[in-house]
């Protein structure tokens, strides 16, 4: 799969780095490049057509809303995350009403920010498998932000680890077909009654529906599928 390409605008050229270091370390996503003013931030997004922005809000010239209108305004086919030092409701504000995918408020922590990005990963999957939707579709993709976050360790019931729950997530997100529990406990490495587990909790999160398909030998077996 293709990489995300990712334009960092941020006038800091330490945190600028450490962003791009964090991009770096996680799957799916590449620097495409780093603007450290506004100016060079509206050249780079013409020039480059990025994915996403990491948007700052304050520079010496301008204010970061300045980029989202002007995304807004020519149509760019570019997703945006704030990422500020400013806790001012009225920013916060204006920057969902310019259609930001997050919010991050500095200084930021590589858990926060790899979290925003796997909701943006799985966002970008869904929206790209639909021509046309129908309500349910609507529902689980405008619902992806809660439902990924309650992935996190602190929310997770006893019984249920994150790094096999990411796991398992990661594998449906990469296939599109159905798979039983003992298909995804192979997979995983874990046992098909653990397997079945993590999948009923997928299922109760909205991550994933089940149905009843029969087998060879007649005996019907539950499958799993990504919605």
Do not use: C, W
């Not at 520079?59 to 570019?78: A, W």
């Not at 449906?172 to 993590?198: H, I, L, P, Q, W």
């Amino acid at each position: 799969m293709e990489n995300y390409k990712i334009l960092i605008v941020e006038d800091d050229t330490k945190i600028s780095k450490i962003h791009k270091l964090f991009v770096e370390k996680t799957e799916g996503f590449e620097v495409s490049g780093i603007a450290n003013s506004i100016s060079d931030a509206l050249y780079m997004l013409d020039a480059l057509v990025p994915d996403l922005i990491l948007l700052d809000i304050y520079f010496p010239e301008k204010n970061g809303l300045d980029v989202i209108k002007t995304i807004r305004e020519n149509n760019y086919e570019t997703d945006i995350i704030i990422i500020t030092a400013s806790n001012d409701i009225k920013i916060l504000k204006e920057s969902i009403k310019g259609g930001i995918f997050d919010y991050i408020i500095k200084p930021v922590i590589y858990d926060r920010f790899k979290k925003s990005f796997e909701k943006y990963k799985l966002y970008k999957q869904q929206i790209s498998k639909k021509d046309k939707v129908q309500q349910s579709d609507v529902d689980n993709i405008l619902n992806l932000n809660a439902k990924i976050s309650d992935y996190s360790e602190d929310n997770l019931p006893k019984g249920i680890d994150k790094i096999t729950l990411d796991k398992i997530v990661t594998f449906f997100n990469e296939n599109d077909e159905g798979f039983t529990a003992e298909n995804v406990g192979k997979m995983v490495g874990v046992s098909r009654s653990t397997a079945r587990r993590y999948l009923e909790y997928l299922v109760s999160s909205g991550f994933l529906f089940s149905d009843q398909y029969y087998g060879t030998v007649g005996r019907p077996e539950r499958t799993y599928f990504k919605k």
